[in-house]
């Protein structure tokens, strides 16, 4: 069975750096993107990052364009987000997810981490 497990979250200053990991473990067959999220409690789980495993291209929203870079190791199944100058109101629970086909033969799946959390606050 196919898991993301994320780390590297933690308690961080206004204007200071992080870099999430998230290792894909478990049967898998092919890679087609990994992502990250953002949940903060009673909103909606925001986007915050993307790369197509094929060939590397990166989408990011608007908020953390030029702070956030998501990168890949195809070999390890797993996906980094670099996040600097971090913002208040990027403080909340970090999602990994991955777009992915594993050895069971059913097609393309979904999967979710059970994310790592990240406090912005002086």
């Known amino acids: 069975q196919v898991q993301l497990v994320e780390s590297g979250g933690g308690l961080v200053q206004p204007g200071g750096s992080l870099r999430l990991s998230c290792v894909a473990s478990g049967g898998i067959f092919n890679i087609y993107g990994m992502g990250w999220y953002l949940q903060v409690p009673g909103k909606e789980r925001e986007f915050v990052a993307h790369?197509?495993?094929?060939?590397?291209?990166?989408a990011y929203p608007a908020s953390v364009k030029g702070r956030f870079t998501i990168s890949r190791d195809n070999a390890k199944n797993t996906v980094y987000l670099q996040m600097n100058n971090l913002k208040p109101e990027d403080t909340g629970d970090y999602h990994c997810?991955?777009?992915?086909?594993?050895?069971?033969?059913?097609?393309?799946?979904?999967?979710w981490g059970q994310g790592t959390q990240v406090t912005v606050s002086s």
């Open positions: 997810h991955a777009d992915l086909s594993d050895s069971s033969g059913t097609g393309r799946h979904d999967i």
């Open positions: 790369v197509t495993w094929s060939d590397g291209s990166t």
